[in-house]
T-cell receptor, first 112, second 115 residues
Framework: KNQVEQSPQSLIILEGKNCTLQ??????????LRWYKQDTGRGPVSLTI?????NTKSNGRYTATLDADTKQSSLHITASQLSDSASYIC???????????FGGGTRLMVKP | EAGVVQSPRYKIIEKKQPVAFWCNPI?????LYWYRQNLGQGPELLIR????????DSQLPKDRFSAERLKGVDSTLKIQPAELGDSAVYLC?????????????FGPGTRLLVL
């Protein structure tokens, strides 16, 4: 069964600090992995996308990594800001592209 | 350019009542998705349309849920009758052709509370 597990479920950090969110998946065959940011009361917004051959992708202060061998991904947030408070969802797509498996998300709270 | 539009944003109903959600995707996007998101969880696909054809509705509880996309643009998702367990956020998303590498753009969702 295709699954995406994220950890931690929730995280509280101080403004300015860095943090790393984890994603493990068992989706096969693998096509790509995305990280989405979902602000409270809003729909998810795509941050990064990585294919099998990519092992790192940056978007501003967000850096995603992918290890296709161990089927793990991480999202590193540098110099956190209050506006980073949101849920971060890991989404893995299969080769056909018609099946997305969503993780449960990590709820991040950045405190001043 | 307008994003995915959904209405209403919030809906409170009593159990056994019907409810409908509306979605207008990004202009030119052929593929439309309806998801359900329970509190603290990731979205779960209910149905996917390519133009007006429902190409994946395997997760749609067909005894009470129905959806349509008559002209291949706007879509409506209906629940009749609603149950307490249907309380969730219903998200609509769209993409150009539904291919793996395309970004899905999500609407703000409709938050449903069934009392």
């Amino acid at each position: 069964k295709n699954q995406v597990e994220q950890s931690p479920q929730s995280l509280i950090i101080l403004e300015g600090k860095n943090c790393t969110l984890q994603c493990n998946y068992t989706v096969s065959p693998f096509s790509n992995l995305r990280w989405y940011k979902q602000d409270t009361g809003r729909g998810p917004v795509s941050l990064t996308i990585m294919t099998f051959s990519e092992n790192t992708k940056s978007n501003g202060r967000y850096t995603a990594t992918l290890d296709a061998d161990t089927k793990q991904s991480s999202l590193h947030i540098t110099a956190s800001q209050l506006s980073d408070s949101a849920s971060y969802i890991c989404v893995v797509s299969n080769n056909a592209g018609n099946m997305l498996t969503f993780g449960g998300g990590t709820r991040l709270m950045v405190k001043p | 350019e307008a994003g995915v539009v959904q209405s209403p944003r919030y809906k409170i109903i009593e159990k056994k009542q019907p409810v409908a959600f509306w979605c207008n995707p990004i202009s030119g996007h052929n593929t439309l998705y309806w998801y359900r998101q329970n509190l603290g969880q990731g979205p779960e696909l209910l149905i996917r349309y390519e133009n007006e054809e429902a190409v994946d509705d395997s997760q749609l509880p067909k005894d009470r849920f129905s959806a349509e996309r008559l002209k291949g643009v706007d879509s409506t998702l209906k629940i009749q009758p609603a149950e307490l367990g249907d309380s969730a956020v219903y998200l609509c998303a769209s993409s150009l052709e539904g291919r793996s590498m395309e970004t899905q753009y999500f609407g703000p969702g409709t938050r449903l509370l069934v009392l």
